[in-house]
């Protein structure tokens, strides 16, 4: 590839599938080539973390993207990622689905007590997940509804979550960063998490230019609505012809 422009030999969330795309709208593609691969040229994040994100953004339960996953998988090993790390980020990627009780337990309360229907007293557990999580200062409030209503689960949650999380894999900074891309993804846009992330990652030293360039990372995911869709749209014109 020699002698073509950057844009031409960076793909970033592209497959080849954006040859395809070149042949029928050439101003289409050449224009969002430099959008969608401006995170892997801007110099912002080193390129291990944007691949590293790129590939949670994909491999993420509210997304499981197969092909963005081994693509991601492939160009983080390029750049220098660990099983480890790569390993993290998809335990990571399955844990966040806790949103689904961090926005239906506090519905469940509230509709439980205007129906005058009284979870049942739960025995006392030691919850020492929890406890921990607390006594260093990460617990979150908005656990506390699945808290009260199952407290060993929640426990059993929290030591699987903690331990990933406080593995040091990864910096405190760069926790937040992928974390944010979970949360602020299209597919998930939970906004609680998305702002408590921002705020922890700005208390951990990132910078505003970082965690924008994460949201970048997020935006330029949706070419895989044409990674998915062209070449069906190939095939399908060529049975017509």
Known sequence: MQGKPAQEQLRGPWDSVV?????????FTETSLKMTTNPWTSGVLPRKLVELIS????????????DGTRRHIRAALDAGATREEILTILKMASVMSIHS??????????????AGVQPKPKPKF?????????????WNEAWNPF?????????????T????????????????????????SFTHMYAPGTRRH?????????????????LKLCVVQG?????????????ELEKRK
Request: proline share 6%; charged share 20%; aromatic share 6%.
């Open 101 to 114: 009780c961090s926005l239906g337990a506090p519905i469940l309360l509230e509709e439980a007590s205007a």
């Open 147 to 159: 808290y009260e209503l199952d407290p060993l689960w929640t426990d059993q949650f929290m030591a």
């Open 126 to 138: 030691p919850t020492p997940a929890c406890d921990k999580m607390k006594s260093i200062g990460q």
């Open 55 to 66: 590939l949670g953004v994909n491999a993420a339960c509210t997304n499981l993207n197969p």
């Open 223 to 235: 070419v895989q609505a044409c990674n998915l869709a062209v070449p069906i749209l190939a095939e």
């Open 161 to 184: 979550g903690g331990a990933i999380y406080g593995s040091g894999i990864f910096s405190a900074k760069d926790v937040e960063l992928l974390s944010v891309a979970f949360d602020a």
């Open 19 to 27: 040859d395809q795309l070149r042949t029928w709208d050439p101003n």
């Open 198 to 214: 921002i705020k922890n990652a700005l208390k951990a030293g990132a910078t505003a230019d970082e965690i924008m360039e994460v």
